[in-house]
Each structure stands twice: as structure tokens, then as C-alpha cells.
């Protein structure tokens, strides 16, 4: 008799909400622990093609921090797609106009390229400041 994989079913899976303070922690690190708490790769019952993944809070993503000179030297570009269209933006200029900008680019990169990739990043939710209308969710607090 052969043993049998375990695939989770998406809606048998029980998603936590979960709430970050962004406040000194470097981008990339908090990025990565996010994006894989949206995948749910910190649970056992990980499957790669189905939602696993808890829903993220993240508060205060205006006060990231960036190590060395990235926050002079780091461009974000973006593409209209007509000729002479690729805008680019300096990851200081991007962090005073739209603080959780950076954050969500970073996590995005992170996650599958494709339609489940961009389902997982619609239960990331991202606030300037450290109010969030999540109270209802109950979301527990997770410290990095």
C-alpha cells in the first residue's frame, strides 16, 4: 500500500491575520518574513499551488529603514509601454509620496508570478501610520 501526499484544500485552511510594526526594521528582511507568511510557508500544511497563506497588517511601513546608501542610490522604474516612457523615481522620493509603496514591491517580488502570486498579495495590507481599521480580524501582533 502506498502512502499518500498530503494537498491542503484552500478552504479547509484556517487563515490567521497577523500585525507588524514596520517601525527600524531594514526592507528586505521584513519583506521576505512577510511574503512568506502570505505564501504560508511557515506551516506545515504547505502546498505550492494553493493559498496557505495568513493575511498580513503591516503599520508604520513610512519608518522602514534601508541599509547603506539606498536611499539615495536605489531607482524604482516603471514602464507607460510608449516610446521614451520609462519613469524612474529615487527610493526617497518614493518613500515620502507613497510610504508602503516600497514595501509592496519588495514583497510582490518575492511571490509566484502569476494569478495565485497576486491573490496572496491582495491579503497584504499596508498603512503609513500605526492605525489600521483590522481591529475586527483580532490580528496578532508578530515581532521579527
Known amino acids: 500500500m502506498q502512502n499518500k501526499t498530503f494537498m491542503a484544500k484552500e478552504d479547509e485552511v484556517d487563515k490567521k491575520w497577523f500585525v507588524v510594526d514596520a517601525e527600524g526594521l531594514v526592507l528586505g528582511r521584513l519583506a521576505s518574513e512577510v511574503a512568506r507568511r502570505l505564501r504560508g510557508k511557515h506551516k506545515a500544511i504547505f502546498t505550492p499551488h494553493n493559498d496557505t497563506g495568513d493575511f498580513v497588517v503591516v503599520v508604520n511601513a513610512g519608518k522602514v529603514r534601508l541599509t547603506g546608501r539606498k536611499l539615495d542610490q536605489k531607482i524604482y522604474y516603471r514602464y507607460s509601454g510608449y516610446i ?25 517580488g518575492m511571490l509566484p ?5 497576486r491573490r496572496q498579495l491582495k491579503k497584504l495590507k499596508i498603512y503609513a501610520g500605526a492605525e489600521h481599521p483590522h481591529q475586527a480580524q483580532k490580528p496578532e501582533k508578530l515581532v521579527f
Open 113 to 117: 508570478k502569476n494569478s495565485l502570486g
Open 84 to 108: 521614451g516612457g520609462l519613469k524612474e523615481t529615487a527610493a526617497k522620493t518614493l518613500l515620502a509620496r507613497k510610504p508602503g509603496e516600497m514595501l509592496k514591491l519588495a514583497v510582490r
